[in-house]
């Protein structure tokens, strides 16, 4: 077991887009969109990502060889991803804040190395103290006037393995972005072979090349002057601030996290039980029975019974977001860089959820949640940042972050599947993670952060109830 001390940062360095030609783009420019002005003052996210190094007679191969090809990949990857190594600023004469990136920017990369032997406790499948992914994370550069978009470490496991975790602000990309961003770089660096830091061109398939035109996305109601007048509003005056506001879970000192899989076998499971649990009062075809619905509610379940969430009328929300780049008019690519999601909440009383029938009742809160997007992905945006959830209405609230469709284990930058994956900064936000799992098979997997007697609890029902 590890702490912060343990891990040594050997080189911080800074990594440019290289340029493809003498005269490819030297600067670009485009405004905030109502969707990336939701998570503008959000914490950032963290995910990172745990490889195995092959066995092999060169004991200094990540220093001789993986390095230097993750750091030319990286750069030759920036090449189509230009806006991750840019800034975001809040001019006084620009209605909303400016995303930018000028001839010399560049992304903060560090190099770690552990001093610990825990490569297999931290990418293991045991319950890990939360605090030891802490120092994998690199720190973003915020301040109110400035803020990077990306920050990037990869820590070095001697004769094990690396990780490699990046800090994200929120406002500039969402978490299909993040992890296309991903496989853009594992496809650079796994397929092109020769590859070094004189590199000029790149080959990325079409489904990892970004789209970056913000314009893309129509605002006719004017919701993104009026999320950033409500910005400018916050805290005094004028507030132009674009680091994150929202202030990050106290963590207790014995919050561990745990990952828990639920098979193509389980799923199918729920989905039966559902059925049967509905067939006699509502019509079970009218629920939405997908993979992620009965994961998200079979979680919620096991949570409100772990977390002992009671009171006669008390009631539980949960958050989840919904890729909307097809269900806008006109729709946007699906490969659209930036923030499109559009923000859902199921509700349900506590006591319905604990029951006999909890499951169904968790799956239809979700269903009823979903079906709102029938109105307009855009109906009631107007409260989205004001009033987007009421706190005081609930006792407790979740929310999901990631998705199944990102497949993160494919991410593979020439040394194999991850050997694991976490989203770092549930910890702080009291968030799921959710995303295929590494086991495959149709798969998925959900990452909590909890209390450890908590988290003991609900290992024991989630196993006990499938």
Known sequence: MANSNSVKVVEVCRVAPLPSSPDSITSDQSLLTLFDLLWLRFSPVEPVYFYEIPP?????????????????SLSLTLQPFLPLAGNLTWPQHSPKPVLSFVQGDSVSLTIAESNADNFPYLSGNDFVEAKEYHPLIPPL??????????????????????SIGTTLHHAVLDGKNSCSFFKAWAHICKHDTGITSSSSSISLPDNLKPFHDRNAIHDPKGLG?????????????????????????????????????????????????????????????SLHLSTFSLGCAYTWICLVKAEEIK??????????????????????????FGNCIAGRVAVAETKGLIGEDGLAVAVKAITEALRSLDDGVLN????????????????????????QRFEIYGTDFGWGRPKKFELVSIDKTDAVSLMDSKHGGGAVEVGLALKKPQMEVFASLFARGL
């Open 225 to 285: 002057e009026l999320y950033s007048n409500e910005y400018l509003n916050q805290e005094g005056p004028n507030n132009r601030s674009v680091t994150h506001r929202h202030p990050p879970r106290v963590l207790p000192e014995d919050l561990v996290r745990g990952t828990f899989d639920f098979t193509r076998e389980n799923i199918h499971t729920l989905r039966e039980r559902v059925v049967k649990t509905t067939r006699a009062s509502d019509n079970p075809s």
């Open 380 to 403: 009631g945006a107007e409260l989205w940042v004001s009033k987007f959830l009421d706190f005081s209405l609930y006792d407790k609230i979740y929310s999901i972050a990631g998705s």
């Open 56 to 72: 092999t007679s060169n004991p200094n191969i990540f220093y001789d060889s993986i390095l230097p090809k993750l750091k030319a």
């Open 141 to 162: 550069e915020v301040s109110d006037e400035r803020a990077a978009v990306m920050a990037i470490q990869i820590t070095l496991f001697p004769n094990r393995g690396f």
């Open 311 to 336: 009171g006669e009328n008390s009631k539980t929300a949960m958050i989840f977001g919904v890729d909307v780049r097809s269900r806008l008019d006109p729709p946007v690519p699906e490969t659209y």
